[in-house]
């Protein structure tokens, strides 16, 4: 099935793709969802890259049969799975895919300019050592871009709220305040480390990751609820 799947797709053999780019699409897309050791990417919520295709690198079906299996999968996504559908398309899709299939199951770890391919550039509202690290963590291996638009992240995912435009609001409401707590702080926190105590309207439970209470650090998770705290505030700067 996998050597069938190798050739679905427009990506082509021989065909160029960016991996530095699909680096950092496939972190800012992929990795709230997904672990890969060479991105640096800790999600659970869909299967380890790097286990799931150990087998194929073992078998020798050869790397360019698992770009054809993940841009296939990301084109077509399982209706039943979380996985969303129109997650990435195009070039950005190809130079995921190739990504996927220079990365995983691969020992050691990204040199060059791969090494440096996630790193944060603009620094926005991020003026403090706090900011800077919640910035980093937004921007990085939780994968919040995959799934909200934030502006001084450049972040315009589709998936979760825009966190420009509701997470204050949903965070005032009674309901919320009940569940997540009071204060905009409380909230934010309530909301990244036990994600369905409240579900703000139009979404629904099972898509946001309910493992960042383990896989973050509390540091982590301070700096986070700071900085989406001081990069939602009106006329907040865009990176």
Do not use: W
Not at 154 to 169: E, F, H, K
Not at 208 to 224: D, G, H, I, N
């Amino acid at each position: 099935m996998l050597a069938a799947l190798a050739g679905c797709g427009s990506v082509k053999h021989g065909e160029e793709a960016n991996l530095i780019a699909g680096k950092q699409a496939f972190v800012a897309k992929c990795g709230a969802c997904h672990t890969m050791a060479r991105a640096g990417t800790k999600g659970t919520v869909g299967p380890n890259l790097d286990e799931a295709f150990r087998h194929t690198v073992d078998e020798g079906l050869g790397r360019n049969t698992i770009r054809g299996v993940v841009q296939y999968q990301v084109e077509y996504p399982n209706p039943e799975n979380v996985m969303p559908k129109g997650l990435a398309s195009g070039a950005t899709l190809k130079d995921i895919a190739a990504y996927v299939a220079y990365a995983a199951a691969r020992p050691g770890e990204d040199g060059g300019l791969l090494a440096n391919a996630t790193k944060q550039v603009g620094k926005g509202v991020a003026t403090t050592p706090l900011l800077m690290e919640g910035k980093d963590t937004f921007l990085g291996s939780s994968g919040c871009t995959s799934c909200h638009t934030l502006a001084d992240a450049g972040a315009t995912g589709t998936v979760g709220p825009d966190l420009n435009q509701r997470l204050r609001s949903d965070c005032a409401i009674a309901a919320s305040k009940a569940a997540r707590g009071a204060t905009l702080q409380q909230c934010i926190e309530v909301a990244i480390t036990h994600p369905y105590k409240y579900i703000p309207s139009g979404y629904r439970a099972g898509v946001m990751p309910a493992t960042f209470a383990s896989s973050l650090s509390r540091k982590q998770v301070e700096a986070l609820v700071a900085y989406l705290v001081k990069a939602t505030e009106p006329g907040a700067a865009k990176h």
